[in-house]
């Protein structure tokens, strides 16, 4: 029962990293030299066949510009949302609260102009 809840989270963890790595434009050959692991590692650990070390998540989380929470599913605040809005968010929180507001307003308008063209 415990391994297989660790073969879940790993699943969840490469496909939160692969979305992550695909959402940037970022090749798996690219992300392995970054890391100075084979590409067939990185394959492996997408797929949830790998464990990943500490270091290569941290790094990973770094390179992503996600919290490692994010990853492990321990920051459910962002772990939930598909991985642009996460994104969003992250660079949005850099904001002033001006342009937040901003931000907001131009949310809105996209909201409503989809809706109109229904």
Do not use: C, W
């Not at 090749?27 to 692991?37: D, P, R, S």
């Not at 991985?83 to 937040?100: E, G, K, P």
């Amino acid at each position: 029962m415990i391994h297989d809840d660790d073969d879940v989270e790993r699943r969840r963890l490469g496909e939160r990293l692969r979305d992550s790595r695909k959402y940037l434009g970022l090749k798996q050959e690219e992300v392995a030299q970054y890391l100075k692991i084979p590409r067939t590692a990185l394959t492996d650990i997408e797929n949830g066949q790998r464990k990943v070390e500490a270091i290569e998540l941290s790094r990973l989380a770094k390179l992503y510009r996600q919290p490692v929470g994010y990853f492990t599913g321990e920051d459910k605040t962002t772990s939930e949302l598909p991985v642009d809005v996460a994104h969003l968010a992250r660079r949005a929180a850099d904001l002033s609260t001006q342009d937040r507001a901003e931000l907001g307003k131009f949310a809105e308008y996209l909201r409503s102009r989809s809706r109109a063209s229904r």
